[in-house]
């Protein structure tokens, strides 16, 4: 059962607390989806969660990508809670209407990981939980669980890859000093770029709103991380936690065999999910949670 408005979701620390917050842009959330603000040593995180259907089986933690935000899980929340599984994504610190510190300094891979840190030990009330990454949340999610491998049960890496995709950014880091993140958005929809956001339909729109919300010191900050990152899959597999690999069948972002290589050096399970690319949560919402429910299910049996 929900708890009333007025109590928190999170009393045991009284300086880092979860409340019940507002939809972001003119997506609906669908069933069962609320809005949450999580209060953390950053400023106010926003996400969305949803309360197993089911018997409860576990806490899930979602962290969403570049230029992303917690609505791209906003089709996935429902299925999960559906299994059983307690659902939780937030939007990182410069993503839509999250907290957002100025300066490229607050934008490091390390400070990415420390909030998921907190996120993680919020939500679970100290308990470890099942914790995914998509696309650069990857390497997000791989930081985390290297700076607090007990905070964790198991990693999923959905989208992601071992390292940065070395190649120059250049291109892409002067849109953005010149124009802003909705210029970056812009660049990559040049026929919707002209078009009234009230003209748009609303997926367009939505996309629209969140480019204008989010801090170009976080785009900045995370294409270095794409592009600059070291491999640490050694080290996440020294951890011993369980990590799954996951991509889209039609995945075009980090290379899919350097995704296969990295489940090789893991020693963990590789999936592809059919009828999806980049984007399973979205593309293939039903395939990717079953795909989620059976391994985390299994790692309960473990």
Known sequence: MPLPQAEFMAPRDPGVLVRPGEAFGPLPLLDGVVAVTIRTAVGELTGLHAEPTAAARG?????PGFTGSKEDFGPLLPL???HGWDTWAYSQRG???SAAPEGLDAYRLEDFAADACEVA?????????????HSFGGLVARAAALRAPEAFLDVV????GPRGFGSSKDDLRSIV????SLGLWANGNP???QVPTAE?????????????ATSPDNLRGIMDVLWDTVDRTADLRDTGLPVLVAHGATDDAWPQAWQKEMADVLAGPYRIIPDAGHCPAEENPTATADLLHAYWDLQLEA
């Open 121 to 133: 030990d919020i939500i679970g009330v100290g308990a470890p939980v099942h914790l995914l990454g």
């Open 177 to 180: 000093d010149a124009s802003g």
């Open 95 to 97: 993503q839509a209407d």
């Open 200 to 212: 748009l339909e609303p997926a367009d729109a939505f996309l629209k709103v969140r480019a204008a």
């Open 80 to 82: 999960l809670a559906a």
């Open 59 to 63: 806490t899930v933690l979602l962290v």
């Open 191 to 193: 026929a919707l770029a």
């Open 157 to 160: 890496l959905l989208c992601s």
